[in-house]
């Protein structure tokens, strides 16, 4: 059972670079979300989806876009990297208001 | 706007020791309230929550947390620390606020000593 899947797992990407941050999840679940996870500051809510074809905005959109073509995959692209951009990355899929988080993504902006 | 708030950045506790770890909220209504643990490299795993009924929740790994709605708190209690228990520990909050969204506040890291 691979719950949510995100790859790659580490990643270094020179300032002004663009990547995407890949996230599946095969447990059917329609709401999924991305997070970044800051040193004395938790997680803070990027961007999410209700189903396929809907997107919106968390607390911390800019610089990130996003788009949900299947139930299964929740893409994370950063368009043109800057070192602010330097986290780890969650991306989870929820079902009855509860989380279920990937292994993360270790990005590196230099 | 909604925030929660952990007061303490990091705990030590003795093995064997109790452990509260303190939760306030700031929310209008009454929110639904999590618990979330991190292990070092891991994702989040959920730990126990609260969305109605009785104010006592059980969790796992012998964790309990109290909701106190004239305190707007949610403080997670363990009665007896394990090694194993070393980790992050999140409290959250879920709003139904077009759409429903989970605010996190920023972490509590514990420390076990032997």
């Known amino acids: 059972n691979a719950g949510v899947t995100q790859t790659p797992k580490f990643q270094v990407l020179k300032t002004g670079q663009s990547m995407t941050l890949q996230c599946a999840q095969d447990?059917?679940?329609?709401?999924m979300s991305w997070y970044r996870q800051d040193p004395g500051m938790g997680l803070r809510l990027i961007h999410y989806s209700v189903g396929a074809g809907i997107t919106d905005q968390g607390e911390v959109p800019n610089g990130y876009n996003v788009s949900r073509s299947t139930t299964e995959d929740f893409p994370l692209r950063l368009l043109s990297a800057a070192p602010s951009q330097t986290s780890v990355y969650f991306c989870?899929?929820?079902?009855?208001?509860?989380?279920?988080f990937g292994q993360g993504t270790r990005l590196t902006v230099v | 706007a909604q925030s929660v708030t952990q007061p303490d950045i990091h705990i030590t506790v003795s093995e064997g020791a109790s452990l509260e770890l303190r939760c306030n909220y700031s929310?209008?209504?009454?929110?639904?309230l999590f618990w979330y643990v991190q292990s070092p490299g891991q994702g989040l795993q959920l730990l126990l929550k609260?969305?109605?009924?009785?104010?006592l929740v059980q969790g796992i790994k012998g964790f309990e947390a109290e909701f106190k709605r004239s305190q707007s708190s949610f403080n997670l209690r363990k009665p007896s620390v394990h090694w194993s228990d070393a980790a992050e520990y999140f409290c959250?909050?879920?709003?139904?606020?077009?759409?429903?969204?989970?605010?996190f506040g920023a972490g509590t890291r514990l420390f076990v000593k032997a």
């Open positions: 609260y969305f109605s009924g009785d104010t």
């Open positions: 929310y209008g209504a009454t929110p639904y």
């Open positions: 989870a899929s929820s079902y009855s208001r509860l989380l279920f």
């Open positions: 959250a909050v879920g709003l139904n606020t077009g759409g429903f969204k989970t605010i």
């Open positions: 447990m059917n679940h329609e709401y």
